[in-house]
T-cell receptor, first 113, second 115 residues
Framework: GENVEQHPSTLSVQEGDSAVIKCTYS??????FPWYKQELGKGPQLIID?????GEKKDQRIAVTLNKTAKHFSLHITETQPEDSAVYFC????????????FGAGTQVVVTP | GAVVSQHPSWVICKSGTSVKIECRSL??????MFWYRQFPKQSLMLMAT?????????EQGVEKDKFLINHASLTLSTLTVTSAHPEDSSFYIC???????????FGQGTRLTVV
């Protein structure tokens, strides 16, 4: 079936450095790619998303790039801070339904002071 | 503030009993809601699509008779785990898009523990 692969599974960075998480997807019909941050015991929080007609989007320290031809998208966090420590999930819409998502396996990001 | 609210946030039940989880959209109407399940240290897996006024659509491998979904109003979907067993212990999360072609907001999740 369709799936979303996410790498790495864990990522340790020094405070102030950048963090990059990469995902690939297989459903050619996917047209919406959100990224979520999940803290322990809580639901996922949307941090940034990108639509298939856009190649890059930035919001302060967070940016996402999308290569629809290669079916991969990436999350970039610059100037990382300890409060960025969490599990991050990428997701791709199942077909063109933005609410119906297939998630990657998640990346545990640890930012050390 | 939260635009999708789940209740309860956690519940412990005995094996064999049923548990109902509510998902409410607080400031918008949602004709469609989604239910996900997340086991510890794993990703979210889509269980079913809840459709207001009609039957839910279940993903492959999800037992519709075990996970009853009711979407009786435009702001409320409920998931009932029937005859719960310890292997049903998980984090259940709902989401609702604010409108067609818009992002979906997630609830805070419900931690179910079956003992």
């Amino acid at each position: 079936g369709e799936n979303v692969e996410q790498h790495p599974s864990t990522l340790s960075v020094q405070e102030g450095d950048s963090a990059v998480i990469k995902c690939t997807y297989s459903d050619s019909a996917s047209n919406y790619f959100p990224w979520y941050k999940q803290e322990l015991g809580k639901g996922p929080q949307l941090i940034i998303d990108i639509r298939s007609n856009v190649g890059e989007k930035k919001d302060q320290r967070i940016a996402v790039t999308l290569n629809k031809t290669a079916k991969h998208f990436s999350l970039h966090i610059t100037e990382t801070q300890p409060e960025d420590s969490a599990v991050y999930f990428c997701a791709a819409s199942i077909g063109d339904s933005w609410g119906k998502l297939q998630f990657g396996a998640g990346t545990q990001v640890v930012v050390t002071p | 503030g939260a635009v999708v609210s789940q209740h309860p946030s956690w519940v412990i039940c005995k094996s064999g009993t049923s548990v109902k989880i509510e998902c409410r959209s607080l400031d918008f109407q949602a004709t469609t809601m989604f239910w996900y399940r997340q086991f510890p240290k794993q990703s979210l897996m889509l269980m079913a699509t809840s459709n207001e006024g009609s039957k839910a659509t279940y993903e492959q491998g999800v037992e519709k008779d075990k996970f009853l979904i009711n979407h009786a109003s435009l702001t409320l979907s409920t998931l009932t785990v029937t005859s719960a067993h310890p292997e049903d212990s998980s984090f259940y999360i709902c989401s609702a898009p604010r409108g067609a072609g818009t992002e979906a907001f997630f609830g805070q999740g419900t931690r179910l523990t079956v003992v």
